[in-house]
């Protein structure tokens, strides 16, 4: 059976992208943001994982307010990232894992998750800025993936609950795949930002600092904050929290934290990185 | 549901991109959302006015766009992830975004984010 090997929680702020495709690692503005990346490097050749599920929010490359699913899950054997409009170099395509992606959502329809399947789907900075991060080159290992995005760009969005129940049900997905697979689960955003409007460039150290411990030791009880309270504390673009809930959600045992770092600021963002590894309890009902 | 209704928020200054916006600025949006394409970037540099009829996008929109002004794009409806695909024409970053909403320079607006990090 498959296993969930631990979850990875990274910002993903375009400029990152921008800094790897110049490769500025080294530069001093960087140097101590990258090198928080190393003990994750070494995590990931410890545990090696076969497959990851990478739960992102789209900003408006695969998504328009036509059709705006609050969950969409990837069923491709590939995924393009696509010209953004604002100068992120396009990267290479990644590969799926249909036959897991249609487990995954036979799964989560059973579950009670009515989600939006995509043949096609594009995947834009949220999602390839984590796995440039978490894999970079020269050391590149393509582990396929199943991209999973939610809505963060118009409101109603999914309540902290709903996210968390989203990762336990995940959780339980990957557990009942008959594949003898090891599978990472990784959720992309935050920490505190916001982009728009007069209080723009809000970040709040107390509120990340707060998240960052309770996220490994307490997480239902960040599960009292709404929405609206998330992006009170977190600022606008900080309920991007919503995709750390659905990390934690999914892991389905005893959980260890490994690795965490916080960096203020990046571009206009409080960066945070988690890494969990989740001991396993076996399949649960 | 008025489209000149003025919208309070329950944090000042931050926005709830709900579906009174999303309706006030589906037009503006979905204008944005063609700037993914370079080829339609550059339509649009080529004759802004002549594009925004394409959208039929409102006075308040054309003008919005016309002054450079993010808080008036985003009164006009404008969704912030979409207006940065528009910004991206004229090569604005996120931290000038910032500070034009701010009110404050580019300069104070970064300093006051490395300040966040030392609270």
Redesign the interface.
């Known amino acids: 059976m498959a296993r969930v090997i631990g979850g990875i929680a990274t910002s993903h702020v375009p400029s990152i992208g921008k800094a790897i495709a110049r490769g500025w690692e080294n530069h001093p503005h960087w140097k101590p943001f990258f090198d928080g990346y190393k003990p994750v490097h070494a995590w990931l050749d410890e545990v090696q994982p076969d497959l990851a599920v990478v739960v992102y929010n789209d900003?408006?490359?695969n998504f328009?307010?036509?059709k705006m699913p609050t969950f969409a899950v990837g069923a491709a054997s590939q995924y393009k990232n696509?010209?953004?409009?604002?100068?992120l170099p396009v990267v290479a395509p990644y590969s799926g894992d249909a036959r897991f992606s249609w487990h995954l959502i036979e799964s989560l329809v059973a579950d009670e998750f009515d989600i939006t399947t995509c043949q096609e789907m594009l995947v834009d900075h949220a999602f390839t800025v984590p796995m440039s991060l978490l894999w970079p080159k020269p050391g590149w290992r393509a582990v396929p993936t199943v991209p999973i995005s939610i809505n963060t760009?118009?409101?109603?969005l999914p309540t902290p609950t709903r996210c968390y129940k989203l990762g336990k049900a995940i959780g339980r997905a990957i557990e009942s795949y008959k594949k003898d697979i090891r599978v990472l689960v990784i959720g992309t955003g935050g920490l505190s930002h916001?982009?728009?409007?007069?209080?723009?460039?809000?970040?709040n150290?107390?509120f990340d600092l707060l998240c960052l411990e309770q996220i490994v030791n307490d997480p239902e009880e960040l599960l009292r904050y709404s929405v609206?309270d998330l992006?009170?504390d977190a600022?606008?673009q900080g309920v991007e929290l919503l995709m750390w809930f659905v990390m934690r959600g999914a892991m389905t045992g005893q959980v260890m934290e490994k690795h965490h770092t916080y960096?203020?600021?990046i571009?206009?963002t409080?960066a945070g990185l988690m890494v969990l590894e989740n001991e396993s309890r076996g399949r649960r009902n | 549901m008025s489209l000149k209704k003025p919208i309070t928020?329950?944090?000042?200054?931050?926005?709830?991109?709900?579906?009174t916006r999303?309706i006030r600025g589906?037009a503006l949006?979905?204008m944005?959302?063609s700037?993914?394409?370079?080829e339609n970037?550059d339509a649009y540099r080529r004759d802004e006015d002549g594009y925004c009829d394409k959208f039929e996008l409102t006075e308040e929109q054309r003008q919005a766009l016309k002054h450079r002004n993010?808080?008036e794009l985003?009164e006009a409806g404008g969704?912030?992830?979409?207006?940065?695909?528009w910004?991206?024409?004229f090569g604005m970053n996120?931290?000038q975004?910032?500070a034009q909403?701010?009110?404050i320079s580019e300069e104070e607006?970064k300093e006051?984010?490395?300040r966040?990090?030392g609270?």
């Open positions: 900003h408006g490359l328009f307010l036509d696509a010209d953004e409009g604002w100068g760009v118009q409101f109603p916001q982009l728009d409007g007069e209080r723009a460039g809000y970040i150290k107390k609206h992006v009170r600022g606008a960096h203020v600021p571009s206009n409080a | 928020e329950a944090t000042p200054g931050t926005i709830i991109y709900d579906g999303a589906y949006n979905k944005c959302f700037f993914n394409s370079a970037r993010v808080l985003l969704n912030i992830y979409y207006l940065a695909k910004a991206g024409i996120v931290q975004i910032g909403q701010r009110g607006f006051m984010l490395d966040a990090g609270d």
